[in-house]
């Protein structure tokens, strides 16, 4: 069935594109294409991350120590940098999944409430 909602851009959650990447890195490593197609495929094509959004963030989170990267070869046999999760990314996912998940409440409190 086709999504009739239009795709999302990255610069609309900028303040969720960081949480999304380690969440998609706590899977497993991947290359900055491979993320954001993970996080594409996931959000059943509502989110599309532009290149112009990943890579900055990326190299954010390599420079925070959230990350690290390393240089492999890619399933089509080209060189690719593989980013993963650090044990300060996972402590950090933890951390940002708390607040979105009590952000989530409160927008939810808002929107239920009843104009008084």
Do not use: C, F
Request: overall charge positive; proline content about 3%.
């Amino acid at each position: 069935m086709a999504n009739d909602n239009p795709p999302l851009r990255a610069d609309l959650l900028q303040g969720t594109l960081d949480m999304l990447i380690l969440r998609t890195l706590q899977w497993g490593p991947q290359h900055g294409h491979g993320i954001g197609q993970s996080i594409r495929h996931s959000s059943a094509d509502l989110l599309q991350i532009e290149r112009g959004s990943l890579y900055p963030a990326l190299h954010r989170l390599e420079q925070q120590g959230l990350i690290a990267s390393e240089w492999k070869a890619s399933e089509l046999n080209r060189r690719a940098k593989y980013y993963r999760l650090t044990a300060g990314g996972r402590q950090q996912l933890t951390a940002e999944k708390s607040k979105w998940d009590l952000l989530v409440k409160a927008i939810a409190r808002v929107m239920r409430a009843a104009k008084a």
